[in-house]
């Protein structure tokens, strides 16, 4: 089962930032939070991720909690290419373990 | 550039019959994974690989076969015992070590009729 968890969907409108919550409260010290986001009918795309510190890259921003419980996703700018389900996923850094996927949160970017 | 390729992007197949999905990397990755993903839902590991000559079962790999017999293929067989094939079939691979995300095809729509 996926260990994290995520609302199922979101509303955003075009220009504001959009930010993505999920939950990981049984994270384990050496295990990293990914986020991938799946537009229709095509394979998922990395976005970014991060163990403890802030993640900043040209895509989005990760902000991870101090206790590594939960984190959100930013995306600064939204536009309607955002439009997509975005994926948190937590895995080990200990080797190439496989991804587990949840259901992840259907962002909608509105004009 | 370098990437993963899974053709074709669409198949479609009668009832019994065994098919191969194709997935090739030339990223030089040494682990290459099978997801199915059905409508609405996430993504369910079926096989992976983490090194040639070598794979693991996932959490649905029953009526499902691969082989691994160079680092930069990873063939998929859905058999005539999957009950129910008709699905989006990714593939994807990743460094061996380290951190490294995965890097995902686009992907074979399968429909079996």
């Known amino acids: 089962d996926a260990k994290t968890t995520q609302p199922p969907s979101m509303d955003c409108a075009e220009g504001r930032a959009a930010n993505l919550p999920c939950n990981h409260s049984?994270?384990?010290?050496?295990?990293?939070v990914y986020w991938y986001r799946q537009i229709h009918s095509q394979g998922p795309q990395y976005i970014i991720h991060?163990?403890?510190n802030n993640e900043t890259n040209e895509m989005a921003s990760l902000i991870i909690t101090e206790d590594r419980k939960s984190s959100t996703l930013i995306l600064p700018h939204a536009t309607l290419r955002d439009t997509a389900v975005y994926y948190c996923?937590?895995?080990?850094?200990?080797?190439?373990?496989?991804?587990?996927f949840g259901k992840g949160t259907r962002l909608s970017v509105i004009a | 550039d370098g990437g993963i390729t899974q053709s074709p992007k669409y198949l479609f197949r009668k009832e019994g019959q065994n098919v191969t999905l194709s997935c090739e990397q030339n990223?030089?990755?040494?682990?290459m994974y099978w997801y199915r993903q059905d409508p609405g839902q996430g993504l369910r590991l079926i096989y992976y690989?983490?090194?040639?000559?070598?794979?693991q079962k996932g959490d649905i790999a029953e009526g499902y076969s691969v082989s691994r017999e160079k680092k930069e293929s990873f063939p998929l067989t859905v058999t005539s015992a999957q009950k129910n094939p008709t699905a989006f079939y990714l593939c994807?691979?990743?460094?061996?070590?380290?951190?490294?995300?995965?890097?995902f095809g686009n992907g074979t729509r399968l429909t079996v009729t």
């Open positions: 690989s983490q090194i040639v000559n070598d794979f």
């Open positions: 991060g163990l403890k």
């Open positions: 994807a691979s990743s460094p061996r070590q380290g951190q490294s995300p995965l890097h």
């Open positions: 990223l030089n990755h040494d682990a």
């Open positions: 049984t994270i384990s010290g050496n295990e990293y």
């Open positions: 996923i937590v895995r080990s850094y200990s080797g190439n373990t496989p991804l587990v």
